[in-house]
């Protein structure tokens, strides 16, 4: 029932974006049958059996036909890099590599200097478990009956140049991981993952099943791409959409991710008044909205495999997860990965594996702010990569670690030459001028609407996702990560989605 570009039925929870994770709200705000959701997604919506082979196959990554198609400044000498966001039901969870990986109990002692008392690892741990369905590593740190199936990496499962990574890895002294998602993080080992057969598992899938889809008070549309909150005053009463249609809430969620999020609230009228008024959008609160982005600055140095095998699965494989000769604390600020293209024509002998190094505990911040007024137009992404000498030399040794492991005798054979950035020398700043000119995105960004106490200058929500300021308007998804935690944040997501249903929902 909708008349002049108005939907007039009125839900109880207005959902914005239907990724990572506005898919799980849905599912679980809808589990309560008097309660009406919907849920609006920009790309399409497929119900769980539909899904294109593209975001079923695993070894495909970051398809084009499902992307927002962004780019981001990643720092001085990468002003513009390629910055993938899935745009369909199940968000980047439906591109992704299906890394499943949880953050350190030291990630999350951070948050609770942003005035966050009750997101504690300990807080937490249990809504990981569960979440998650899994048949292998201690009862105290898994859950077996979860809706996301995560599949830890054995030794069987890798491909032989991967095997030789971890073989490399203990070469080099640092201890072999059973499982990243146990006791125990710092060392090199099988990676986790959310691929089961080959299929990558997204909350599209494993939460909106046909099942709760059917559900008569969920409604699911794609295809709408959400321009800004409405308000009555300072209370949020729905969302106008970039054609024009209203969409009415008794509540609204902004689950977009970090982008999409702080683009709509920028919109809104909620973030740095100065930057509003320059755009001509009247302020409705002054919140330092898409002023503390973060994201792990990536760095890909790809290898030729060796002739004689040739193997590329599974795409993601490995991972060496350590300290910094500068890590602070027990912080884990590096990771090295070993993973395969989908395939690999400019390689001369048709295989290669990408070995890439990742600050995961960067000082730097960037910024998301609006070019325009237009919800069509791409949001300005800078990620400032690497602007902290700190973060400079840090990014500098897990590139020097990747060196080390290809020289190993584990490893060294199993290559037939580095393919690209092709650097062969040892002058440390022509290294960084390399990293510098080469970075790519982790693919991580959080921060932009952060949760924070009172106390916190940089808050845009409280520790419920609640915007400051206002009534009816919540941020739930990556964007309120007060700080980014060492690792994937997919998992982490999911889990700030099905612990806000809970707490705040299921009075």
Known sequence: MSHHGSHADVADILIVGGGSAGAVLAARLSQDPDRRVTLLEAGPAYAAPDFPAGLRDATVIADPAHDWGYTSRAGAGSQSIPTPRGKVLGGSSAVNAGAALRPRPADFAVWSEHGLTDWTFDDVLPVFRALESTPTGADVYHGRTGPMPVRQHGHEDLSPAQRGFIEAGVALGHKRIADFNGAEQRGIGGHAVNVVDGVRQNTATVYLTPEVRSRPNLAVSGGVTVDRVLFEGTTAVGVVAAD?????GREVILSAGSYGTAAILLRSGIGPADDLTALGIPVLVDLPVGQRLQDHPFFHTI????????TMTPAIGALLWTASSEAVGDELDLHVVAAHPHDAPFSPTGGAVILSAALVRPESRG????????????????????????????????AKLVRALVAEPSLTPLLAGELTPGFDGD????????????????????STAPMGGDGDPWAVVDARGAVKGLNGLRAIDASIIPQ??????NLTVIMIAERLARLVYEA
């Open 427 to 446: 002058d440390d700043a022509e290294l960084v001028r390399v990293i510098e000119t080469n970075l790519s995105v982790y693919g991580h960004p959080t």
């Open 244 to 248: 024009g249609t209203e969409y009415r």
């Open 303 to 310: 290898y030729a495999l060796a002739a004689d095998d040739l």
């Open 484 to 489: 980014i935690p060492s690792t994937v944040t």
């Open 367 to 398: 910024s998301v702010r609006l070019a325009d007024r237009d919800p069509l137009t791409a949001p300005v992404i800078d990620d400032n990569y690497l602007g902290t000498e700190r973060d400079r030399r840090r990014m500098l040794e897990g």
